[in-house]
């Protein structure tokens, strides 16, 4: 069946009040520690309605002795250890090239790279090799307060039977946070490249744009959907009329349908959300089309089990959510996304310049910024109007500091079902405890499965952390300060 048409988002976009115009608020924030194995206090219920009677402050993320006051000092020296290594440029790079390089096809010399992968940064990042040592991190995380978003690390498949063989490993997923104490995992996590071959999704989303220029384009195979692209969505991907789906690939996308749709039954009963990550734009059309289809049949009763996520660096980021939210209300569909800046810059770059197009994602990085404080604004003001979940997913302290505010000035309370935010396990450890300390439901996004299948996460993320001024600095500066402190306090 076809999409609905909804009007130009333009004139809604100014309808969006910023995150920034939250009055000032106070959350006390108190620090509690990197190491997640000891019990914290629980958050404070302060009500959040009176907007001027409190101080908003981030400060309090700042004091090392308080935050890692529970931390042994071995651990932290781990921590702070692993953090500096992947800030050091040329051994990032070493690493990198080695992990990538001929090297990894020796089996000795790939048992003692692997090896040193497993004690360094794969258990900085990563919570375990199977979904047994995975539940164990999260009873960790929330002995401390926190929850897990459990990512099974499986990223792509060539064809159905590599799909089948990952669907069933995001089933396991979501059967075993049955056994772990009710709300410790706050979703599940999926990758649609991993159950839906790449050149699927990128004939799907050719097809997609090209209805998009020319409604009169016939895609008989379509299901209900909220609208995929906006306006400004570029459509540079797709340079000529692509040949229609052929009977096998209409069967193949069925199957997809089928896939998503089992496993989102699966979340529902286990009573667990399943997030579906964003990719890059020449797949995320499809990516959309096949989250919104599940979340249309799914999402039920103010319960939203399927969610998407929508990528603030894209230009057309804000018209998509306006356009989305708005189709989404007048089929009576609640909606979750979870909301990042989004992590293929280079990538869409790239591709888009070699095209001879303009980049979609913003010209500055200030842009970026504005983008994503008026979306989180935006889905916190839905969700005071009983409407929609969000999950703010972010290292950004500004971004998190708004939406603190934000929450306060209209009143969503701090503990609320429909508010979480997240940050990567492994990072922003200040921002997530602060957080949490101030009330609010906090999730880490931690992967978990064989060394050798998280090796590309393990490699974004050294690319993210690498050199001086990079994501970790601040947990960096602050594991220092207290080791340093301790230092002396020993001496002395
Ligand atoms: C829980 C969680 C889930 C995630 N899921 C996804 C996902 O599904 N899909 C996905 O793509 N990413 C995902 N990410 C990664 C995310 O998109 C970011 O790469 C990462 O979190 C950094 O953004 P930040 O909000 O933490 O902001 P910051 O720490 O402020 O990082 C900003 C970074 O944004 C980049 N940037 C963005 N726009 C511009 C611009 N216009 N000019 C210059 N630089 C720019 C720069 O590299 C800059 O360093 C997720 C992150 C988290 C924490």
């Not at 009176?50 to 101080?55: G, I, K, P």
């Not at 005071?384 to 302290?397: E, K, P, Q, R, Y």
Request: hydrophobic content about 40%; some cysteine; proline content about 5%.
């Amino acid at each position: 069946m076809a999409n609905r048409v909804i009007p130009a988002a333009s004139k809604l976009l100014k309808t969006i009040r910023p995150l920034n115009s939250a009055s000032s608020t106070t959350i006390s924030a108190i620090s509690q520690p990197i190491g997640h194995a000891e019990k914290a206090p629980h958050p404070t219920t302060t009500t959040t309605t009176n907007a001027d009677s409190v101080t908003l402050s981030l400060s309090s993320f700042d004091d090392a002795d308080k935050l890692f006051a529970s931390v042994s000092t071995s651990r932290l020296l781990r921590a702070a250890l692993n953090l500096h290594m992947v800030a050091v440029e040329p051994m990032v790079d070493v690493g990198m090239w080695v992990m990538r390089s001929r090297l990894m096809q020796t089996p000795l010399i790939k048992d003692v790279i692997l090896g040193l992968i497993r004690s360094t940064i794969y258990d900085h990042f990563c919570a375990g090799e199977d979904a047994v040592a995975a539940g164990k991190s999260v009873m960790e995380l929330n002995e401390a307060g926190l929850r897990g978003m459990l990512v099974y690390a499986l990223e792509y498949a060539g064809d159905n039977e590599a799909c089948d063989r990952n669907l069933q490993g995001f089933l396991d997923t979501a059967e075993s946070t049955k056994s772990l104490p009710p709300s410790s995992v706050s979703c599940i996590i999926v990758k649609i490249t991993a159950i839906c071959p790449t050149n699927l999704l990128k004939r799907v989303s050719d097809l997609m744009r090209w209805q998009h220029q020319d409604p009169s384009f016939h895609l008989p195979w379509k299901r209900d959907t909220f609208p995929i692209f906006s306006e400004s969505s570029p459509l540079y991907h797709t340079l000529e009329k692509p040949e229609p789906l052929t009977p096998e690939e209409e069967r193949d996308l069925e199957l997809v349908h089928q896939r998503l749709l089992k496993l989102s039954q699966k979340c529902a009963e286990a009573n667990v959300p399943l997030s579906v990550d964003a990719e890059y734009t020449s797949i995320q059309p499809a990516i959309d089309y096949l989250t919104y289809s599940s979340a249309i049949i799914y999402n039920k009763d103010d319960h939203p089990i399927v969610y998407g996520t929508l990528q603030a660096y894209l230009k057309d980021a804000k018209e998509r959510l306006l356009l989305a939210t708005k189709a989404a209300d007048k089929m009576g569909v609640p909606m979750g996304f979870k909301v990042v800046r989004g992590a293929y810059m280079s990538s869409e770059g790239k591709l888009a310049s070699s095209l001879g197009c303009k980049s979609p994602i913003h010209d500055c990085i200030e842009d970026t910024h504005s983008c994503y404080n008026d979306c989180a604004s935006f889905m916190l003001e839905r969700i005071a109007n009983g409407s929609d979940a969000v999950v703010l997913a972010t290292h950004n302290m500004e971004s998190g500091r708004l939406a603190m505010a934000k929450a306060h000035e209209i009143g969503v309370g701090k503990v609320h079902q429909k508010l979480e935010f997240a940050q990567l396990y492994g990072m922003a450890e200040s921002l997530s405890f602060g957080l949490k300390n101030s009330g609010f439901q906090v999730s880490k996004y931690m992967p978990f499965g064989p060394i050798q299948l998280v090796l590309p996460y393990l490699l974004r993320r050294a690319e993210e952390n690498r050199g001086l001024l990079s994501a970790s600095s601040h947990d960096r500066k602050l594991t220092r300060k207290e080791l340093m402190r301790r230092l002396k306090a020993a001496i002395i």
